[in-house]
């Protein structure tokens, strides 16, 4: 049997005859960069993550970037962030000139450890960007709580979240800003790279509309140096079929995890993915601690199922990130999740045969 980590080929096969026309709509308009499919897909979001309003843009970096730069972030200023996630994150934060502090995370959910985010406050922080890792939204009311106390912005990367919820908060409507990315293998992708931003705040909305696009305002005349982070029209197109789909998919990703959770807690080597509970995960992966993980990933790669490591090294051991000045053992939790986690297949169109089968083989690895 063959179970890869994501089949996309899958998904497009129930939704190509609803696809194709919308993609011929746009060829024959011959009309590639925003317009009105870009502005409609923006209403949905918004309504979708109870927001007051979108803004589309070239991708789940992009937002951040552009976030960012809409607070005026940079060089001199720092943002504390989880050291567990992907690059994208510091990343955005970095080549806004200002630093990335990590802060550990929690050893269940691997999302940022609230309780320590406080002690990493300095006067030169301007901004908290939790990461909602793999569909679980990171505990957001502590968070706030940080930010009101000590004025700073908070940006929710919730780039592996849309849809999931926290105490019945969308993910990107509790904070200054939500960052959205429609990668193709995120919960909701793209025909191509492709991201938005969400936000309550009006004014803020409009700054990352003149953001996207160079700062323009009106046509040629510059208010600050943006970038052109504008979101393809073929992209909004074929996001607005797919949103249809996505609670749909989400239910199905989450019914694929209770299978595996089921299975799991009589695997005793196995940890599951816990998820808290006042909150709802889409699960854009099903990650599980187990010991020797590079073997039995090598293990499940020879008996056909595909996997992946998210994320083999920790960002603050990265080599682009050694001026930062972090080393080995300054994170420990995000360190050993590093070593032991693996992510299953857990898209939606996945079959009971083949979760029993992915779940049989680690049964079989570990006894
Ligand atoms: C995918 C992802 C991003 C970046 O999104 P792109 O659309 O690939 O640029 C940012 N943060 C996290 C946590 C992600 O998973």
Not at 130 to 156: C, N, S, T, W
Not at 298 to 310: E, M, N, P, Q, R
Not at 329 to 351: C, N
Request: hydrophobic share 40%; proline share 5%; aromatic share 10%.
């Amino acid at each position: 049997m063959q179970v890869p980590l994501l089949d996309l080929k899958a998904q497009y096969a129930t939704i190509k005859d609803e696809l194709s026309p919308v993609i011929e709509d746009v060829m024959d308009s011959q009309y590639f960069i925003g317009g009105p499919a870009v502005q409609e897909l923006e209403g949905l979001i918004a309504g979708y993550s109870g927001c007051k309003g979108a803004v589309g843009v070239s991708s789940g970096t992009d937002a951040l970037v552009l976030s960012l730069m809409a607070l005026g972030i940079g060089a001199g200023d720092e943002v504390i962030t989880t050291p567990y996630t992907f690059f994208a994150t510091a990343g955005s934060i970095r080549r806004t000139g200002a630093k990335p502090v990590f802060v550990d995370i929690e050893p269940d959910t691997f999302n940022i450890d609230t309780a320590r985010i406080a002690a990493a406050v300095t006067d030169k922080t301007r901004a908290i960007v939790p990461v909602h890792l793999f569909g679980q939204m990171a505990d957001m009311d502590p968070i706030m709580e940080i930010a009101e106390k000590r004025d700073l912005y908070v940006i929710e990367d919730a780039a592996q979240a849309i849809g999931a919820t926290y105490k019945s908060a969308k993910a990107g409507s509790i904070g200054t800003m939500g960052c959205l990315s429609f990668f193709p293998s995120k919960n909701l992708g793209g025909l191509g790279d492709g991201g938005m931003v969400v936000t309550q705040d009006e004014e803020l909305l409009e700054r990352l509309r003149q953001g996207r696009n160079h700062g323009q305002n009106p046509k040629y005349y510059y208010k600050w140096v943006g970038g052109n982070f504008r979101l393809d029209t073929l992209q909004a197109a074929g996001l607005i079929v797919k949103l249809r789909h996505l609670d749909d998919w989400s239910a199905k990703r989450r019914a694929n995890a209770a299978k595996y959770d089921a299975i799991f807690a009589e695997i005793e080597p196995v940890t599951t993915p816990p998820v808290r509970d006042y909150n709802v995960s889409i699960y854009n992966q099903y990650v599980i601690r187990v010991p020797r993980r590079d073997e039995l990933q090598a293990f499940l790669k020879d008996s056909g199922i595909g996997t992946a490591v998210y994320y083999p090294l920790s960002l603050h051991e990265q080599e682009c990130f050694a001026e930062l000045g972090y080393k080995r053992g300054d994170f420990p939790v995000s360190e050993a999740a590093a070593d032991q986690t693996l992510a299953l297949p857990v898209y939606p169109e996945l079959t009971d045969e083949q979760i029993e089968y992915t779940a049989g083989k680690v049964r079989e690895f570990l006894s």
